[in-house]
């Protein structure tokens, strides 16, 4: 993940920090969320962030960046149903993928 994308010039030096810190963390997110959808099934974000206390704090929004990049990745891919959210809004169920290359 390219580091440029995650803060614009004209950002605070603190959203540049972060973004520095994002692949310390991501890789972990990553293998959280990959094993709670391995062990629960399809899930929408929230549930993930909940199963996986993501951040120490039920993260849905840290999950949210991670999915789309699982995705690129080809392994989560979204499920077409909607679950509800902690909200009560509806969001979209994601389920893991078994990569192409085991094939």
């Known amino acids: 993940m390219e580091l440029m994308h995650l803060a614009r010039t004209s950002d605070p030096i603190t959203s540049h920090l972060a973004a520095q810190s994002v692949g310390q963390f991501s890789g ?11 062990r629960h099934g399809p899930q929408g974000k929230d549930a993930i962030a909940r199963l996986t ?15 789309k990049e699982l995705e690129r990745q080809g392994l989560v891919e979204t499920t077409g149903h909607l679950v509800s959210s902690k909200s009560g809004r509806m969001e979209r169920q994601w389920a893991y993928v078994i990569p192409k290359y085991l094939f």
């Open 28 to 38: 972990i997110h990553h293998e959280q969320i990959l094993d709670c959808l391995k």
């Open 53 to 67: 206390n993501m951040n120490g704090c039920a993260d849905g929004n840290a999950v949210a960046r991670r999915m």
